[in-house]
Nanobody, 115 residues
C-alpha cells in the first residue's frame, strides 16, 4: 500500500523560504515520477513541479527560478525548496506519486505566506 507523508509547511513572511518533504512507502520509489501540486482556497489544484525517475524536472511558470524540486531515492523522499515566497504561493501543497499511470496523493501540508 502506497503512503505519502508531507511535512515542512507553515507560516512564513514574504521573501522567506520553506522546504517541503514528502516521504513515500510501499513502493519502489526510484521508478516513480513525483510531483508537487498546490490548491489555494477557491482555486483548482495545479502542478507546481515534477521530477521524473531519471531526475528530469519541470516547473510551473509562476515558480520558475524560485522553487526547486529534488529527490533522494535512498530516503524515498522528494523535496520542494521554496525561496522568495510570495503571498500568492499560499496554498495547501500536495505530493503526488505516479506508478505506472496510477496516481497517489499525500494528505497535504499548508503553506501560508504573509505580506
Amino acid at each position: 500500500q502506497v503512503q505519502l507523508v508531507e511535512s515542512g509547511g507553515g507560516l512564513v513572511q514574504a521573501g522567506g523560504s520553506l522546504r517541503l518533504s514528502c516521504a513515500a512507502s510501499g513502493t519502489i520509489f526510484s521508478r516513480n515520477a513525483m510531483g508537487w501540486y498546490r490548491q489555494a482556497p477557491g482555486k483548482q489544484r495545479e502542478l507546481v513541479a515534477d521530477i521524473s525517475s531519471g531526475g528530469r524536472t519541470i516547473y510551473a511558470d509562476s515558480v520558475k527560478g524560485r522553487f526547486t524540486i529534488s529527490r533522494d531515492n535512498a530516503k524515498n523522499t522528494v523535496y520542494l525548496q521554496m525561496n522568495s515566497l510570495k503571498p500568492e504561493d499560499t496554498a495547501v501543497y500536495y505530493c503526488r506519486l505516479s506508478d505506472y499511470g496510477v496516481g497517489y496523493w499525500g494528505q497535504g501540508t499548508e503553506v501560508t505566506v504573509s505580506s
